[in-house]
């Protein structure tokens, strides 16, 4: 626990721990090059419906189990229809600047739909700074107001990024919003059979796809043992 003189003004209490912060831009590409090591082909396509996958194996042969990690679009994605899926729009800014520490504020004075928090992107990717959580809101766009009132929140919990200094010393790399796939349920991790095939689902990771990559991936690739088994019983 920090102590009473630790924190910055407006603070009522604080932690520390150490953790991991994973660059996204170096990790995505780094996990399709292990992909291509290990023989996965892949192809871009759109599809309306997931029983559509199945036979779009590169062997020709129709493919033994689809997985469906669809992510948001499993809301309108035909044989699937999830309409427990939604967003939880999250907006960004990224800046040159650094801190001298990472940060995650919680209880944000304007409510629950607005977050702060503060992530250094290892090998020279920028700070981030986070941001929201606005549950329902399909805006792509980013709201100037809200860059403003994010920029200002980091700069009075981390005051190191501009050496004490307003917002107009952040140096703007590039803003940006995501949309969280949220799942009212949580996360779907189960097989069915759709169209005489089986489907495994892999969706609904909300704000923690990253951090529950591992353990969700090792429970896909039981089912899809376990729909493999039942096909070859047959
Ligand atoms: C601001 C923000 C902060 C976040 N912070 C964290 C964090 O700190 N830790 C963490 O773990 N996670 C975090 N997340 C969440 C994380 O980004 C998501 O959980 C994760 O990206 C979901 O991955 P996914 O592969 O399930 O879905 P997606 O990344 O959405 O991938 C779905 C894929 O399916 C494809 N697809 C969809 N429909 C079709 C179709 N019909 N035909 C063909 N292809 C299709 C899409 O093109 C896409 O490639 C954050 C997200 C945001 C927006």
Not at 7 to 20: A, H, I, M, N, R
């Amino acid at each position: 626990m920090l102590r009473k003189e630790e924190l910055p003004p407006g603070f009522d209490s604080g932690s520390t721990f150490t953790s991991v912060c994973i660059n996204t831009s170096l990790y995505l590409p780094y996990l399709v090059s292990q992909c291509l090591k290990n023989g996965v082909v892949f192809e871009r396509r759109i599809l309306d419906h997931v029983s559509v996958a199945k036979s779009l194996h590169h062997s020709g042969d129709s493919a033994d189990v689809v997985v469906n990690c669809t992510g948001i679009s499993a809301r309108k994605l035909g044989g699937v229809m999830d309409q427990n899926m939604m967003p939880a729009r999250g907006q960004t800014v990224l800046v040159r600047n650094t801190a001298d520490v990472m940060c995650d504020v919680l209880g944000i004075e304007t409510g629950d739909e607005e977050v702060c928090y503060v992530m250094q992107r290892a090998a020279g990717g920028g700070t981030l700074l986070g941001g929201s959580y606005q549950k329902g809101n399909w805006d792509s766009q980013v709201d100037p107001n809200l860059a403003i009132r994010i920029m200002k929140r980091a700069i009075d919990v981390c005051p190191s990024l501009t050496g004490g200094k307003g917002i107009e010393h952040l140096s703007v790399i590039r803003q940006g919003v995501g949309l969280r796939p949220i799942r009212t349920n949580g996360t779907r991790l189960e097989k069915e059979k759709i169209d005489g095939a089986w489907v495994v689902h892999n969706y609904g990771h909300g704000g923690y796809g990253y951090q529950s990559s591992y353990g969700c991936s090792q429970a896909a690739l039981k089912l899809i043992e376990d729909a493999c088994r039942i096909r070859s019983r047959l």
